[in-house]
């Protein structure tokens, strides 16, 4: 009996323990002006909740910048207006682009403005793995093309830095910055410098203005 009750309480030290890890986490990403709902931290408490592997920082925020997904609209939907994240291996060869764009404006506290985006495939069809797409859109007032790569179903991810140099031809404090996020894809903040410098003093984590340099 003694041995159970001891087992038991434990656990519960356990428990305890990795909720308050978690508790630490959302607290720090919060504190960057990041906000963390509360019904992704109980999905993670009630589904991860003993794993150490999901409480670090680039999976929290992967969760975050995903949405949840919307079976009837066949989508994910943002948590939030502050965060992004998406798979390098596209789900939609043009929509994936697409949403990439809208999400920087969107995750840019109004600083950045992005509208008309369009994507032409040219030359042999995607699925060969082959060619080139034509993304068209306007940021801030300015027509913008980048000719993306055709990877098979895999996203150019030079399109990061693009925005980073258009940004910087704007006089834009604002960078698009990018991290790993512990699997195939990316997390995105559309942030300054100073903001930047801050999540990775606090974080541990480095962030990139080009994807193609994140490690």
């Given at each position: 009996?003694?041995?159970?009750?001891?087992?038991?309480?434990?656990?519960?030290?356990?428990?305890?323990?990795?909720?308050?890890?978690l508790?630490e986490?959302?607290?720090?990403?919060?504190?960057?002006?990041?906000?963390?709902?509360?019904?992704?931290?109980?999905?993670?408490?009630?589904?991860?909740?003993?794993?150490?592997?999901?409480?670090?920082y680039?999976?929290?925020?992967?969760?975050?910048?995903?949405?949840?997904?919307?079976?009837?609209?066949?989508?994910?939907?943002?948590?939030?207006?502050?965060?992004?994240?998406?798979?390098?291996?596209?789900?939609?060869?043009?929509?994936?682009?697409?949403?990439?764009?809208?999400?920087?404006?969107?995750?840019?506290?109004?600083?950045?403005?992005?509208?008309?985006?369009?994507?032409?495939?040219?030359?042999?069809?995607?699925?060969?793995?082959?060619?080139?797409?034509?993304?068209?859109?306007?940021?801030?007032?300015?027509?913008?093309?980048?000719r993306?790569?055709?990877?098979?179903?895999?996203?150019?991810?030079?399109?990061?830095?693009?925005?980073?140099?258009c940004?910087?031809?704007?006089?834009?404090?604002?960078?698009?910055?990018?991290?790993y996020?512990?699997?195939?894809?990316?997390?995105?903040?559309?942030?300054?410098?100073?903001?930047?410098?801050?999540?990775?003093?606090?974080?541990?984590?480095?962030?990139?203005?080009?994807?193609?340099?994140?490690?």
């Amino acid at each position: 009996m003694k041995k159970i009750i001891a087992l038991t309480l434990a656990l519960m030290l356990l428990l305890g323990a990795q909720a308050d890890r978690l508790s630490e986490k959302i607290a720090v990403i919060e504190s960057l002006g990041v906000d963390f709902p509360e019904t992704l931290e109980n999905e993670i408490r009630a589904g991860y909740g003993l794993d150490e592997e999901f409480m670090d920082y680039p999976v929290l925020l992967s969760w975050l910048g995903f949405g949840w997904y919307n079976s009837v609209r066949e989508e994910f939907v943002p948590y939030g207006d502050d965060v992004f994240a998406f798979d390098a291996e596209m789900w939609d060869l043009s929509g994936d682009y697409i949403r990439l764009l809208e999400a920087v404006a969107r995750i840019s506290d109004g600083e950045v403005a992005v509208d008309d985006c369009t994507v032409e495939t040219k030359g042999i069809p995607a699925v060969y793995g082959l060619g080139r797409q034509v993304v068209r859109f306007t940021m801030n007032g300015t027509e913008r093309t980048f000719r993306a790569k055709i990877r098979n179903d895999w996203m150019d991810t030079d399109i990061i830095s693009y925005l980073n140099k258009c940004l910087k031809k704007d006089d834009s404090p604002r960078r698009v910055w990018c991290m790993y996020d512990m699997g195939q894809g990316f997390v995105v903040f559309c942030e300054t410098q100073e903001w930047a410098e801050n999540f990775e003093k606090i974080t541990g984590y480095k962030l990139y203005q080009d994807a193609d340099k994140v490690q």
